[in-house]
């Protein structure tokens, strides 16, 4: 069955540094999305993807984060200047067009020292 | 309280009982869903329920929704070990705005 796939699963980063998180979606599949959770604390929206620009933003998706499909399978995020506070576990999820079941990755467990 | 509360925060019953979540939100919405997380694992989707559906099963889940009391409940009937996680609702609030709001969760315990 086709999954959600998401590489690194851990990556450590020092404050102040870039860090890319990828994500390859179920091929088949139009909608791109990132959440993440903070340890202990709920599943947070952080962004969405379709026809190659961003449908919707929540606050905490501010200038430090971008989002791009680079080709035709990989949805990155990229965080330019991580802070404390960006450590947490970081989702990738994707849908098909009509149907609003969302499957999740594995999850990329950033931490930020 | 925030949208997505679910209650209890924990619970755990014994293998072979039923095991009830709740879950509550304050928003219109277009539907709400259930996802499994195991521990500190991807999330596993279980169940959808539209605002227009009133109860909803899946094998050992069964799902309901209450939009008069903005409420849902999960059931997992027949609990087995494997069952042991943490349940969260999402809502997905309006047709076209397709981000989901994740509820706090519940951790599963289901002791053997």
């Known amino acids: 069955e086709p999954e959600v796939t998401q590489t690194p699963s851990h990556q450590v980063t020092q404050m102040g540094q870039e860090v890319i998180l990828r994500c390859v979606p179920i091929?088949?599949?139009?909608?791109f999305y990132w959440y993440r959770q903070i340890l202990g604390q709920k599943v947070e929206f952080l962004v969405s993807?379709?026809?190659?620009?961003?449908?919707?933003k929540s606050e905490i998706f501010d200038d430090q984060f971008s989002v791009e499909r680079p080709d035709g399978s990989n949805f990155t995020l990229k965080i330019r200047s991580t802070k404390l506070e960006d450590s947490a576990m970081y989702f990738c999820?994707?849908?098909?067009?009509?149907?609003?079941?969302?499957?999740f990755g594995p999850g990329t467990r950033l931490t930020v020292l | 309280s925030q949208q997505g509360e679910e209650d209890p925060q924990a619970l755990s019953i014994q293998e072979g009982e039923n095991a009830t979540m709740n879950c509550s939100y304050k928003t219109s919405i277009n539907n709400l869903q259930w996802y499994r997380q195991n521990s500190g694992r991807g999330l596993v989707h279980l169940i959808l329920?539209?605002?227009?559906?009133r109860e909803k099963h899946s094998g050992r889940l069964r799902v309901t929704l209450d939009t008069s009391k903005k409420s849902s409940s999960l059931l997992i009937t027949a609990s087995r070990a494997a069952d042991t996680a943490s349940y969260f609702c999402?809502?997905?609030?309006?047709?076209?705005?397709?981000?989901?709001?994740f509820g706090t969760g519940t951790r599963l315990t289901i002791i053997p």
């Open positions: 993807f379709y026809n190659n620009e961003i449908s919707e």
């Open positions: 999402a809502t997905e609030e309006n047709f076209g705005n397709e981000k989901l709001t």
């Open positions: 329920i539209r605002s227009n559906e």
């Open positions: 091929s088949n599949h139009l909608y």
């Open positions: 999820a994707s849908r098909k067009q009509g149907i609003n079941e969302q499957f």
